[in-house]
């Protein structure tokens, strides 16, 4: 039996450097022979490597747990490392998510936005008393800690807040990622905050109340976290708060 010839992949590239004077956006294109178990994340490296030295783009975990290889993958959110060339098309365009601040090319920096989220939210746990680091926690149940633990697989990627049609409107909204971490920490028996103190962070137009419900956050999650359903348990709780 013959090998199937390798397809011939056409990558188009938005490039722009807006720290470059008189640099404009533009479309490269480049042809690269796909190989087995290809991701985008190899498709790239090569690129710089024996096409185009100068191309930003970012990586450190190459395991999909990082999130900073997040961009736009034929105009939808995902995770170049994550991403096999044989599930697309041959033709891929790629572009910088939306929203977040443009290093160059396909880098982006997502941490001011959400180191600015985390402030604003207070994501840490708030006890009662100074916690002593040599004294065991309390029993959590396993099913409990496994519903923390699969809402903290959140990697801030930014693909939830760059496929979210409210947060392109609204400036100041927490988008699904502020939402997921309010979550967490509402189901979290260590974190001593009121329910009051909860409506206070999300009980606005800025928070659940804002959310239009499209849902493109859920589609393009990486993580597959259930965002839906979280959200959709924050407004139910943020209307029994409020009232």
Request: charged share 30%; hydrophobic share 35%; proline share 5%.
């Amino acid at each position: 039996m013959e090998n199937k010839k390798a397809r011939l992949l056409k990558i188009s590239i938005l490039k722009y450097d807006p720290h470059v004077k008189g640099d404009k956006p533009h479309i490269e294109t480049f042809e690269i022979e796909e190989a087995p178990g290809m991701t985008l994340f190899i498709v790239l490296n090569d690129i710089r490597e024996h096409y185009d030295a100068s191309l930003k783009f970012d990586f450190v975990c190459r395991a999909g747990i990082c999130g900073s290889c997040a961009m736009l993958i034929n105009g939808r959110p995902g995770l170049a490392c994550r991403t096999l060339t044989a599930k697309l098309d041959p033709e891929i365009m790629l572009a910088p998510l939306p929203f977040f601040e443009l290093i160059g090319d396909l880098s982006i920096y997502t941490g001011r936005w959400m180191r600015g989220l985390n402030e604003r939210l207070e994501t840490w746990i708030h006890a009662q008393e100074e916690i002593d680091v040599h004294k065991l926690e309390e029993r959590m149940e396993p099913e409990l800690a496994e519903e923390i633990y699969e809402l903290d697989r959140c990697v801030e990627c930014g693909c939830c807040v760059a496929g979210c049609g409210t947060i392109q409107m609204r400036e100041n909204f927490v988008g699904a990622v502020g939402m997921n971490k309010i979550a967490r920490y509402q189901l979290d028996p260590r974190d001593k905050r009121s329910n009051k103190d909860y409506y206070e962070l999300v009980g606005d137009e800025d928070g659940v109340f804002g959310c239009m419900t499209l849902l493109g956050c859920e589609d393009v999650c990486p993580k597959d976290l259930p965002l839906q359903s979280k959200i959709a348990y924050l407004r139910r709780k943020m209307v029994e708060i409020g009232k």
